[in-house]
Nanobody, 117 residues
Framework: QVQFVESGGGLVQPGGSLRLSCTTVGSIFNFYQVGWYRQAPGKQRELVASITITRGGFIRYADSVKGRFTISNDNSKNTVYLQMNSLKPEDTAVYYC?????????WGQGTQVTVSS
């Protein structure tokens, strides 16, 4: 089973930026669609952004991050990125990547993003 690995989280002040990276262990991105998800304390996991891993792929964003977050992929590096700008305290969560729709057996450990002054 494919396992996703996330990195790049950290503590940042409101208005700051972070770039998250997502790759897989022992496999290549041969999925049609990959998404970034997040789960804040006491809340359900939600899809933040999603991208098609093919040329001219389809991209979608949650309304809460449109205009601030950008998802992209580099197939040569087997990596999907999430560039997060203008971060807000409500963006604080553990961020995960997975297929879209997700495979429940493929969740990784996630990476913590904390937005606080």
């Amino acid at each position: 089973q494919v396992q996703f690995v996330e990195s790049g989280g950290g503590l940042v002040q409101p208005g700051g930026s972070l770039r998250l990276s997502c790759t897989t262990v022992g496999s290549i991105f041969n999925f049609y669609q990959v998404g970034w998800y997040r789960q804040a304390p006491g809340k359900q996991r939600e899809l933040v952004a999603s991208i098609t891993i093919t040329r001219g792929g389809f991209i979608r964003y949650a309304d809460s991050v449109k205009g601030r977050f950008t998802i992209s992929n580099d197939n040569s590096k087997n990596t999907v990125y999430l560039q997060m700008n203008s971060l807000k305290p409500e963006d604080t969560a553990v961020y995960y990547c997975n297929r879209d729709p997700p495979n429940e057996d493929s969740w990784g450990q996630g990476t913590q993003v904390t937005v606080s002054s």
